[in-house]
């Protein structure tokens, strides 16, 4: 009787273990691939040091599916649900994972949390607010 417990017992807790294990491995996957969609959308066409940057920033703000479906973050958000299927998906998709994996090795002084396309805005624009500390392919990376 007391062997038949602890086996249903060991069932519970594998099983309790198994279900938080995939919904890790689910939340995973769905920042991965919000960390993809806004490489695809922000930087697909740019080099692979300044896709690396996009992802960095979006990570330096805290949780990716969270950060770039935010509103008013990034603009493409609004426009478009999801990127083709095609190579430059695919290199985003694996950029992606390597940064949310490593996070800690991306990392960078000059990388913080914000980034524009543009060199110049108008007076009072938020970019004013930080400092300009770097450009990478076509964006300028801004600091506090």
């Known amino acids: 009787m007391l062997i038949k417990f602890f086996n249903i017992l060991l069932i519970g807790v594998l099983a309790v273990i198994y279900t938080l294990i995939a919904i890790a491995v689910n939340a ?5 691939e919000a960390l993809a969609n806004n490489i695809y959308f922000e930087a697909r066409n740019s080099s692979i040091e300044d896709q690396i940057a996009t992802a960095v920033v979006v990570m330096n703000r805290g949780v990716p599916v969270d950060e770039v479906y935010k509103s008013a973050q990034f603009s493409w958000t609004s426009e478009y649900s999801k990127p083709a299927d095609n190579i430059h998906y695919q290199k985003a998709k694996a950029i992606a994972k390597m940064v949310y994996d490593n996070h800690d090795l991306f990392k ?22 930080f400092k300009r500390r770097t450009q990478i392919g076509k964006h300028y990376y801004y600091c506090n």
Do not use: Q, R
């Open 28 to 32: 995973d996957n769905k920042n991965i």
């Open 108 to 129: 960078s002084k000059n990388i913080c949390k914000h980034y524009t396309v543009a060199k110049e805005y108008p007076k009072g624009h938020w970019t004013k607010k």
